[in-house]
């Protein structure tokens, strides 16, 4: 596994690797970020149609503000959550993963209804182990060396056995090609199946239901459009909402603001350097051209 896309950003201090090919092989994304001029890591994340895994290597923790309160951790994860977390903390040093919910199924030894509801500490899933990992990450002279080291650790708990079913992969699969704007009665069509047979499998193999599934990948191209300072009208229009108080609607459930308040969000160097290494995973588009 190679890098591309290592970055420095001199005035604020930050040194940025990206993995080789945005790393999206496989349904895994991986990048990586040091704070190297005393910047207090500060994000807000919201609506990620992906299941995040964080290890921070610099010996400190990381304070998360999430819909279940305030929690100080080594690293996280968390599920496709359409709610809004900060995360914060002094002179971090982090390997961030991002894998597709079916290719989470595979690797994460958890219910993933249960991991969309909260934010797990990487010691509490993994064991010991992530503190040797955060460790080797610490000792590590490379961003690849790192990654390599990450990508090998996750692969250690991948479960053959634990395949989630060809259908919903390829449910998933057309509600992130379409950006969310599919019905799920054409989903099950399409599989063979009745929408109370789709409907069960992906909550339990994805941990949302195929409607919600479809919701969250719809509001995160809409996230996208809002943040590159699209109007809000525009946005909606080709997003797929019926108009802007749709919008509204879907942004104020999901993020607990307003269009307008979610465009306003601070866009610090660290955020910058992640929308675009994370930009080519879910990025805003134009309309998709089928469903």
């Not at 990992?133 to 490379?142: F, G």
Request: glycine share 12%.
């Amino acid at each position: 596994m190679g890098v591309v896309g290592l970055e420095r950003d001199r005035g604020a201090g930050w040194d940025f690797g990206r993995a080789a090919g945005g790393g999206h092989a496989g349904g895994a994304a991986m990048i990586g970020f040091r704070d190297r001029g005393g910047d207090e890591l500060d994000l807000r994340v919201t609506g990620i149609p992906a299941v995040t895994v964080l290890f921070e290597f610099g010996g400190n923790e990381l304070v998360v503000e999430s819909n279940v309160g305030r929690q100080a951790f080594a690293g996280f994860v968390v599920g496709c959550s359409p709610g809004t977390m900060r995360i914060r903390g002094p002179r971090t040093e982090c390997v961030e993963v991002r894998l597709s919910p079916v290719r989470a199924y595979s690797l994460l030894n958890i219910d993933p209804t249960e991991l969309g509801r909260t934010v797990v500490g990487v010691e509490d899933l993994f064991g010991r182990r992530a503190q040797w990992l955060r460790e080797q990450l610490a000792h590590a002279a490379t961003w690849e060396q790192r990654f390599a080291l990450t990508r090998s650790f996750l692969m250690r708990y991948a479960d053959p056995a634990r395949i989630p079913d060809p259908e919903v992969v390829a449910g998933w699969d057309r509600i992130v090609a379409c950006r969310g704007q599919v019905m799920v009665g054409a989903l099950a069509e399409s599989c063979g199946w009745s929408r109370k047979r789709l409907w069960a499998r992906f909550e339990s193999q994805i941990g949302l239901t195929p409607k919600r599934a479809a919701m969250l990948v719809r509001f995160r191209h809409a996230v996208e459009g809002l943040v590159a300072g699209r109007p809000a009208a525009e946005v909606a229009a080709i997003c797929g909402y019926t108009d802007q108080s749709h919008l509204s609607r879907d942004v104020s459930s999901f993020a607990q603001v307003t269009p307008g308040a979610l465009a306003a969000w601070p866009l610090t160097a660290i955020s910058a350097h992640r929308y675009r290494a994370w930009g080519t995973f879910f990025q805003y588009r134009g309309r998709p051209t089928g469903r």
